[in-house]
Every structure is written in structure tokens, then in C-alpha cells.
């Protein structure tokens, strides 16, 4: 759903315009007119409230339209739960989502409650949706940053002078797994879906990169680069007690990717050569299935929801597009036939949509297609850096 229209009218005009404006959403309040045809956001009675956008991403912003919320801040709950307040007037509120679950992706409705300083209660609805992180370095630095799948409302997560990448949701849409630079070293860290509750998990030397949240939430899938050592695959739990090997064998392996069902681990390896191939660990066995076999590198892969379909980056030619393995029928299909770069597939909690980024140079932006192929669609924008997109779990 499009964002509710008043709001790109307070983020633009003036003072004199957004005084017009609050007496507007007033008239519409009492009743007079309604908004529904406009927006499909129902004011419904006296103590019912407009929330726009319709949808959501836990961490992104939220208005609340109606009138009598009085000049004095009181609260705003979204599914019970206390919500950030940002801006609160009479007639407008701007608040951000909190921490709600949407386990595998799954979309939630949730009450909003407004309760006034004077003890009026207001009530409204808002859809809480995942939303797809991305790493960005539009602030200088590496920041984590959340936006809704239309690419509306990007926001920073992390908020940390150190350098924030790779993000990876938890199942339950909850936490965000993450590498932060520190100095020479990387290591793996957790932290609450609004950035919340920070912890290094992981310790040692060298460089803990790309972590994956295992389907049922109890480890954390990560590749260690340790001093004079090939890069390896471990395991961590979320809270960082325990830690140990997946590598079974000697070469190098790194951007592990659990499958959906929770019993295997793709990952990217050069095997005995030097091309870097896709290949898949069966967990109960250690067996290692071999899944592109081509010139050039093949990396980065990721299961689609229903665990049919490995998507990855495929970089042939100095061209790097977004592939798709199907194991129903064991083709490969180019879903991004362009000569421009593209890397980091992520799929939609659904299934029908996968986002990437791409672009060249200093300018990478994450982009949103049509998971059978199709036109894509631009979700950030700037001239900076934003990469390494999350979508489902």
C-alpha cells in the first residue's frame, strides 16, 4: 500500500500549508468527509484514527491523522506493545513501529492505541510487514538500515560509529544478525530489530563474515577467516555460548545459507580448482552435492521459502548476474540479462519476488524484481553504496 497521502504533504509544504492541512484532517474527523476513497485508511467514528502508511516495517515511521490528541505528548501502543514517539501534535502523531514478530516474513495486523495526556483513547490498525535491511554507506561510514519492500522510509538501524554490514533477520523477524568491523577484525554480533541490545557473539582473530539465521532459531551459520587459514564454516547459538565447526574438510567454504527445511547448508567454494562454485552440505551425513558447475564464480546463494530454487550471483565475462536453480527440473535460468552488475539475491518471504543489488563503481543500489523474471524496480537511491539486501528469513 502507498504511502498515506498527507503524509508526503507535511514532509513538503510549509508551516501555512501544514496548518491547512491539520484543519482538513479535523473536518475529516467529525465526520463531514471521509478518507477512504482516497486512502483506504477509515476514520470511522470520533474516537477512530487514520494510520498511514497502511503498511509497515518494525523500526520505520508511522503517522496517526485525526483531532483532540491535545499538545501534550501522552502514548502510542502498536499490538499492546509501546511504541517510539517522534512527533505529536493535536491532530497528527509520528511514531515508530516496535519490535513485533513476523515469523517467516509472515505479515501481522496490529491495533494502534493513542492515549492522550487528558485519558482519551484512540484506536487505528496498521499492517506490520518485514522489511528488507540493507547495508549502506550514505552516512560515512557502514550503517545497518531497514525499509519497507517498496523501498519507502529506509532507516537506520545500527546507529554505531564502528562499520555495520551483512545484516540476516531471525526467523521470527525479531533480531538481525550482523558483522561489525573493529579495527583489523570482524566479528559476529545480534541485536534487536531496532538496533537494540547490541552483543558480539562471536571472538578470536581474524574475520567472522556473513552470518545466516538457521530456520528453527537456534545458531547462527557464519565463515571465519583466520590467520594463515582458508576460510572455514562455523556455527554460533544467538546468544553466543557456544561455537563450533561445520567445515568437515580443508578447503576453503564461506557464504553459508541454511535451507528452508533446516537440514542442509549451501555455500560457496572453489572445491579442488579455483573457480568458485555453489555447493550443498547435507547435515546429518557431512555429504557435499556440487549444485553450478561453469566458468567463472558462482556465489552467494539463496533459498527461495518453499526450498525448490537456490538463487545466487554468477559472474561470467566480468558480467555478474542474478541466477536461479531449479531442483525439480535441475535448469538454470538468467533472471537479470543485463551488462550491469548484479550480486546478493534475497528472496520475499512469499516467494514471488527477488531483490539485489546491483549497479558499479561507487554506486550500488538494491532493486526488487519479479522472481519468474521481469522489469526491475529501484528501492534506494543517493549515489552511495547500499548493498547486501534481507528480505525473508
Known sequence: MESFPLRAAFATMGRMEEVLVRKLVAVLSLGIVTLAAASGCDLLTDHS??????????????????????????????????????????????????????????????????????????????????????????????EIYVMNPDGTNPTNISRNTADDVAPDWSPDGTRIAFCRWVGNERHIYAMDADGANAKRLTAGTGWQQNPDWAPDGTWIAFDNSAPSEKTQLYLVRPDGTLVEKLSRGTRAESFPAWSPDGLGVAFTSPGDGTNEDVYLMELSTGEIYRVTEQPGVDTSAAWSPDGLRLAFASMIDGDSDIRVFDSEDGTFANRTPTRDTQIEPTWSPDGTRLVYSGGSGGAYDVYSMPASGGPATQLTSGGSLNMHPCWGS
Open 49 to 142: 484514527v487514520a494510520v498511514g502508511p497502511g503498511q509497515a516495517a518494525v523500526h520505520t515511521s508511522f503517522s496517526v491523522y485525526g483531532s483532540g490528541f491535545g499538545d501534550a505528548a501522552g502514548t502510542v501502543t502498536v499490538g499492546g506493545l509501546p511504541a517510539k514517539i517522534t512527533s505529536w501534535a493535536d491532530g497528527y502523531i509520528m511514531a515508530r513501529v516496535p519490535v513485533i514478530a513476523t515469523p517467516g516474513g509472515a505479515s501481522v495486523e496490529a491495533d494502534v492505541v493513542v492515549r492522550t495526556a487528558e485519558g482519551e483513547e484512540y484506536t487505528g490498525n496498521v499492517t506490520v510487514v518485514r522489511g528488507i535491511l540493507f547495508q549502506t554507506n550514505r552516512e560515512g561510514d557502514w
